[in-house]
């Protein structure tokens, strides 16, 4: 009895018993063009309208409780106009920014405190500030 000898994993050593290639092995076919998402079955398409039910009564469901509950949000007026506050800056930063020409930055303050309901001077980073109309 004769043992089989394989080659070292990774060697390059061809293959003596294979078959000689001479040309592709796979051939296309031509056949009916069909769209991959058409069912093909009455069931499956039974299953993709049921399902697609489901899921806009689902909408619907979460869209009336939604409204129900009340906590729709009121959308900002156009003309409002919004600014992030920066790492490290101030709310005397952002209104010595923001101020409208001829308006002092002290009165300014005044202002974004009060259209921002702010008890005092101290803002956080990233916190949205209304900024008052000019």
Do not use: C, F, K
Request: net charge neutral.
């Amino acid at each position: 009895m004769s043992a089989l000898q394989l080659p070292p994993i990774g060697s390059a050593a061809p293959r003596t018993d294979a078959a000689p290639v001479d040309g592709p092995h796979l051939r296309v076919v031509p056949g009916p063009a069909r769209d991959p998402l058409a069912p093909t079955s009455q069931l499956q398409a039974w299953r993709r309208r049921v399902g697609l039910g489901l899921v806009l009564s689902a909408l619907v469901l979460l869209g009336a409780q939604a409204l129900a509950s009340g906590a729709a949000v009121t959308p900002l007026p156009v003309s409002q106009v919004t600014t992030v506050v920066q790492p490290g800056e101030t709310l005397w930063d952002v209104a010595r920014t923001n101020a409208p020409a001829g308006t002092s930055t002290a009165d300014y303050v005044e202002q974004l405190r009060s259209s921002n309901a702010l008890d005092g001077a101290v803002v956080q980073p990233w916190q949205v500030l209304r900024l008052p109309a000019a």
